[in-house]
Each structure stands twice: as C-alpha cells, then as structure tokens.
C-alpha cells in the first residue's frame, strides 16, 4: 500500500481515537488496531504521541480553513460571503464531527504547543471575518443625518470578529452534540442574530439574500 494511503488510515484512526477518548487517555495501541497496522509501523510513520496528535490537529484545522475560503466568492456583497463562508463552516463540522472535537476540545485543552496549533487556524478565519466586516461598514454607504460617525474602528472590528468566530464556534459544538439543525439552520440563526442584530430580531426582523 502506498505510503500516503497507510498515513491517511492512520491519521483517521488517530483523529477518531483522540476525539472519543481524549488525548491522555489514547494509546497509540489503539489508534494501531483501529487503523489495521502494527505499532511499530505507526511509531515509523508518525515518530511519537505527541507528533501525531499535531498533525492531526494541522490535518483537521488546514481541511477546515479550505473548506470555508473555498465556499466564499469574492466581489459578492458581505453578508452573502459571510453567509456562503458560514454554510461552509457549519456543513464541514457537521460532516467531520471527530476533526471538530479534536480542534474544539481536545487540542484546547491540552495546552502549548497544541492550543497554538489551533489558535494559528482561528486567527486566519478572525481576519476573514474582519474582512468582510470592514466591506460591510463601506457598503453601508453615508450615515443618516444626525446619526453621527457610523464607520468602526479596528478595535471594534477585532472585537466584532472575534465575537462572531466565538458564536460560531459555539454553536457548531452545540448543534454538532445536540443535532436536530442543518447547517443553513445554523448560519440562518447566525445570520439572525449577528447581522440582523438582537434588537431588530426580537423586533422580528430577519436576514435574507438579496
């Protein structure tokens, strides 16, 4: 069997075994008998624990950041990358529930150097969503009369940004564990919520394309 095809087993194996178990509680015995190979060919393969749990997490996160830069269009109004990017998102977490752990939960949890690793892929998505938040304040066009200055700061913007990635974040884990939503139900209730803004929506204004 080619090389890459016995890593990728294994790398499946590894991400299944460290989300349902952890990565303290893993033995790379497991991940071996998951995968159909022996421990030494793993050890050959991916050198230690702690090695394999990193590419696992650069794996997940590097298929995660593709599957959302990919879904956005550029030159398309802001809220409809933020909503194409959103779909994205939510759809690959829902599909890949063990890549999700492993960034959500497990890599976070387990300090340096593994959080850095996913810290590394959330900053890339915090400064796409800057990004699109930075097009909206242009596309708003001129602020009404007596409204006073609407543009944001970049402060406000990081802030924006990063609360938007939380609230993502949150919810595909919440979605992903509890179920009963699709991933366009997911962006919908984002969408709602962040662009519509919780004083118009509880007013029963909602977000549609345009």
Known sequence: MPRAVRE????????????????????????????????????????????????CIRREAEALLTAVQAATEPGLPADRQLWAGLTAFFTHTAENPDGWAVLHRQARTHGEPFALEVSVMRDVIVDYVAGLIRTAATESGTPRPGAGPTEPTERDVAGLAQALVGAAESLAGWVNEMGGASAKEATATLMNFAWVGLSDLLKGERWSPR
Request: charged share 25%; net charge negative; glycine share 4%.
């Open 8 to 55: 990728r087993q294994m790398m499946d194996a590894a991400v299944r075994t460290f989300a349902e178990r952890g990565y303290r509680a893993t033995s790379m015995d497991e991940i071996a008998e998951l995968a159909g190979v022996s421990k030494p060919l793993v050890y050959l393969y991916l050198n230690s624990k702690e090695e394999l749990f990193t590419a």
